[in-house]
């Protein structure tokens, strides 16, 4: 069979849509504005690294972020960012094939209200309709990113793409994936992305009591050798999700669970069975320690019933409706108390991505609160009747 050879001039012409890719949204920071100004010299240096095989990351920079929660990331350097869309423009439909329906988190289409409903659809199906009790089980990972085994992420990584070379790029398409993708040039940038340690000569960017209160299963200055990822680059989330990819495997083919959903490190179980629950917990933990080297968050492990409503990525489910998250709306009141002190076009951003999030539950009440009965927020902004969309009211006297 006929095996891809990529050539320099294709490479260049990926490039520069990876290029494009790394710098939306991102046109006016002053890393990409430097990048831009000598682009075709740094696209054409950066595409002769990797054609010859010598390209080599740069050091990231590290610093801490608290919204919506403390957390730690690594920043990589923008010809770094550049190679990562890169290889997910290559690689991501390739790995996704691999993946089942219920792995939510990173996909095109699959996002945080497609999980929210799957969860849903998994509890009618399995409660009949809500006519018989029934149980969702809610399970965690300590320190998830921190403790990725690089090396065997890496040995996943080429497995699943030997696994896949054979099989058609797509029932349209007649080409397999070998036939279509560089695959020699492909397992020498999974190599040289994977067994990166971000920690390397990282330059760290605010002051190092910002890291004194996070945890150190946050932290990946205290991760066991050879171990973790980098929050906050592209490729990680697509490495996340074939990294755990063996669990959900196993829990749908072993275990054979057939109510099972993943976000990232968020994953249920539902079932009409308490006691099943409990030991497909405990398989669970079980296959985490001795195939991924990763420990199940018992603190974090949750039994509820599905009359009770069950808190998933932001939303709370009940039986027939689902309503925003309290967190999620503790954080939306924050921001909105902090908007006269920003940007009208900021504002509109921000109220219309609120607006998007409550239009998917039954919160008209609660949007009442938020923007109607919000006396600065109406001197400035106008509402539908049904308050989801937002505009600047053009006859506002306050002006900033």
């Not at 959900?248 to 249920?268: A, E, P, S």
């Not at 489910?317 to 920003?342: D, F, G, H, N, W």
Request: aromatic share 14%.
């Amino acid at each position: 069979m006929k095996h891809y050879k990529l050539t320099y001039e294709q490479l260049y012409s990926d490039l520069q849509q990876a290029y494009y890719d790394a710098r939306r949204h991102k046109r006016t920071k002053s890393y990409q504005v430097r990048f831009e100004a000598n682009l075709e010299n740094n696209l054409h240096q950066l595409c002769m690294e990797l054609y010859e095989r010598s390209y080599k990351a740069r050091p990231s920079t590290c610093f801490i972020i608290s919204d919506p929660k403390k957390r730690e990331v690594f920043a990589a350097e923008f010809r770094d960012r550049i190679v990562h869309h890169l290889y997910y423009n290559y690689t991501h439909l390739l790995y996704e094939r691999t993946f089942i329906t219920d792995t939510y988190s990173c996909i095109k289409g699959r996002g945080t209200h497609f999980g929210i409903r799957r969860l849903q659809r998994h509890i009618v199906q399995e409660s009949q309709n809500y006519t018989v009790p029934c149980y969702v089980l809610k399970m965690d990972i300590r320190g998830y990113f921190m403790h990725i085994n690089r090396e065997h992420l890496l040995k996943i990584c080429l497995q699943t793409l030997c696994k896949m070379a054979l099989h058609r790029v797509s029932k349209h398409r007649l080409e397999r994936w070998i036939e279509v993708v560089d695959y020699e040039f492909l397992e020498y940038l999974t190599r040289e992305i994977v067994l990166l340690n971000p920690c390397d000569n990282c330059q760290m960017k605010g002051s190092s009591n910002d890291w004194d209160d996070l945890p150190h299963d946050k932290s990946l200055f205290h991760s066991p050798k050879g171990c973790g990822l980098p929050i906050g680059n592209l490729t990680s989330q697509l490495f996340s999700n074939i990294y755990l990819n063996v669990l959900d495997q196993f829990v749908k083919r072993t275990l054979r669970c057939k109510h099972y959903g993943r976000y990232v490190d968020d994953f249920y179980v539902v079932s009409a069975d308490r006691d099943y629950l409990y030991y497909v917990a405990q398989k669970i933990k079980t296959m985490l320690h001795d195939e991924l080297q990763l420990q199940f968050h018992d603190g974090k492990m949750r039994l509820v019933s599905v009359w009770q409503g069950v808190e998933f990525l932001g939303a709370y489910v009940k039986p027939y409706r689902s309503y925003t998250s309290r967190q999620t709306v503790s954080r939306m009141r924050e921001k909105i108390a902090l908007l006269s002190q920003k940007p009208q076009e900021y504002c509109i951003a921000s109220l219309n991505s609120f607006c998007g999030v409550l239009s998917h539950g039954r919160n008209f009440r609660l949007r009442e609160q938020l923007f109607l009965y919000n006396k600065e927020l109406n001197q400035r902004f106008s509402f539908d009747k049904s308050m989801l969309k937002c505009q600047i009211l053009h006859t506002a006297k306050y002006m900033l």
